[in-house]
């Protein structure tokens, strides 16, 4: 599966931003997509992740209640919502997509995308 990200930026405290991943070629159902992030000098962390299905989504404690991880199974595609952006979530996003539902290793997701980087001023 191929993935593409889109919709990062700059952004106050406090604000907005709408990430969006699209995915084409073979995928399978019980596919995972999901979210990382990597900041400057730090390793890369899970943030959140969906069934391919759109039914089941879970997230990193830090973003619970902040950002929302939904799918559009007509156009193929996640989007993460994060609203009242922190400073600390500044970081370039990568969308993956693997087979493991509850994982939040890196190496369970087989297909990566660009990052996009997301900064949040304070």
């Known amino acids: 599966v191929q993935l593409q990200a889109f919709g990062g930026g700059l952004v106050q405290a406090g604000g907005s931003l709408r990430l969006s991943c699209a995915a084409s070629?073979?995928?399978?159902?019980?596919?995972?997509m999901g979210w990382f992030r990597q900041a400057p000098g730090k390793e890369r962390e899970f943030v959140a992740a969906i069934r391919w299905s759109g039914l089941g989504t879970y997230y990193m404690d830090s973003v619970k209640g902040r950002f929302t991880l939904v799918r559009d199974n007509a156009k193929n595609t996640m989007y993460l919502q994060m609203d009242r952006l922190k400073p600390e979530d500044t970081a370039v996003y990568y969308c993956?997509?693997?087979?493991?539902?509850?994982?939040?290793?890196?190496?369970?997701?087989?297909?990566w995308g660009q990052g996009t980087q997301v900064t949040v001023s304070s």
């Open positions: 070629g073979r995928t399978f159902n019980n596919y995972v």
């Open positions: 993956a997509a693997g087979g493991k539902y509850g994982s939040r290793r890196g190496a369970d997701f087989d297909s």
